[in-house]
């Protein structure tokens, strides 16, 4: 038992280590992955400071781990650029599900207007809705924008997951998905 205490002991105090002024400077130096994984005490907590949680978002929002918007667009109220950049996420996390949705149970999207970005999430709903894309082999979705093109497909796991993958020039820029 007293190894367990001290244990969880140990892991609060590494939680709590990363900073304000970390974030802040792990989001300059482009890691984004790192300040959104480890910035979960700062915005699942009691944090109000909404620099913070919209530094946190935007990490979160460029490395496609959306679900973790939710806890951090309750939070972003007190100004009219938080209040934008709490619609931001909450935009993405509506596109992710109705995306989600729609290679899953095919529903119609043709009738819905959100707000767009240039975030892929959003790049590919518009197009959707838009019913810009043509059907590939085996279910697949091709968009083409002026820039980029996107294969939209859904994987066969127990728990579906939607891939998006973004080509530049005919070579893959990056794999998205989500669940």
Known sequence: MIK???????????????SHADVVNDYKAKKYKEV???SYVLFKGSEN????LSLIGDACA????IN??????????????YRKNGSYFATLILQKKLIYQFMNDGI???????????HVLSVVFENLAQSNYTTIENKKLKIKTDTNEYIIWLSNDEQKVVHVDEYKKGEIVKRHWYL
């Open 108 to 118: 119609d999207l043709k009738n819905l207007r959100l707000p767009k970005s240039d």
């Open 68 to 81: 973790p918007l939710g806890h951090i667009i309750r939070k972003l109220v007190s100004t009219p650029i």
């Open 36 to 38: 959104c994984t480890k």
């Open 62 to 65: 460029r490395v496609d781990y």
């Open 4 to 18: 367990f205490i001290a244990l969880l002991l140990f892991l609060n105090s590494f939680m709590h280590a990363y």
């Open 49 to 52: 400071n909404e620099d913070i």
